[in-house]
């Protein structure tokens, strides 16, 4: 399987499951059939520039913690840059 392939297995993971869905990150992996060094090997090679990862559960995708109406509700955790408070 070429790596453009694993990248939108991904994709298509993420997108298609439910908001309601909770499952750890080691069960994430096991329903892609993918190891966790293979994950983050595709997921670098398909960053084009610098890029910072926040630690969010997979069903967590579809949070914008930017937005301020939303994470309240969701509970998702805020992100203050020096300078900025978010």
């Not at 992996?29 to 670098?44: A, P, S």
């Not at 939303?70 to 300078?83: I, K």
Request: charge should be neutral; aromatic fraction near 10%.
């Amino acid at each position: 399987m070429y790596l453009h392939d694993v990248a939108i297995q991904i994709y298509n993971k993420l997108v298609n499951m439910g908001l309601n869905t909770k499952i750890s990150f080691d069960e994430f992996l096991i329903q892609l059939q993918m190891d966790e060094n293979t994950y983050l090997f595709t997921l670098q090679c398909t960053l084009h520039k610098p890029t910072i990862f926040l630690k969010h559960k997979p069903n967590d995708i579809r949070i914008n913690i930017f937005n301020t109406n939303v994470n309240p509700v969701h509970n998702a955790p805020r992100l203050s840059v020096t300078g900025l408070d978010i």
